[in-house]
């Protein structure tokens, strides 16, 4: 089973990557946006919860997340792995997550994180912004915003997977095709093993 935890910094090409990926190898793409706004519109009982917290403006307690992405996993029994996109975000997210995948005897098999300069992401974000509709697309201090959070609170499981020698820092600047063919290089190799 091949588990990919995709990273990079918001505009890196993450969803458009996971997209074809998850065709080629025949892995389940399991984003944790869409795995909540699922939960909230469905109204499950684990939507519920993560709501009572974002209505608030608190972050989902971790213990709600990984309970979505382990339902996520079990509807999927079977899958040839998972490609997680947007988790984890922190080391006990990471930690969690290993403890998941261990008790479905099985594990992350690497972090691939797409790397792009900050000028470029802005760039892309904003173009992005004039199609998507989304606000946070539109706005160039917002974007800057969203990407040093990301720096501040999320790269540091560059760290977390280097220790474990999971970890593969991938050019993603370049066409799509182009960058699709470097991932699926990193991916092969692991498939290999």
Known sequence: M?????????????????????EKYKLIHI?????????????????????SYIDKG??????????????????NEGANGFIFDGFPRTEAQADALSVLLKEKNTEVSAMIALEVEDQVLVERLLERGKTSGRA???????????????????????EYYKKQDKYYGIDGVGSIDEITQRLSAVIDELMKK
Do not use: H, W
């Open 2 to 22: 091949t588990n990919l935890v995709l990273f990079g910094p918001p505009g890196a090409g993450k969803g458009t990557q996971a997209e074809i990926l998850k």
């Open 136 to 158: 946070d697309d539109a706005d160039e201090e917002v974007i800057k915003n969203r990407i040093k959070v990301y720096y501040d609170e999320t790269a540091i499981l560059k």
């Open 58 to 75: 608190q972050l989902v307690p971790d213990e709600v997340t990984i309970n979505m992405l382990n339902a996520e996993v079990d509807k």
């Open 31 to 51: 984003s944790t946006g869409d795995v909540f706004r699922y939960n909230i519109k469905n109204e499950t009982e684990l939507g519920l919860s993560a709501k």
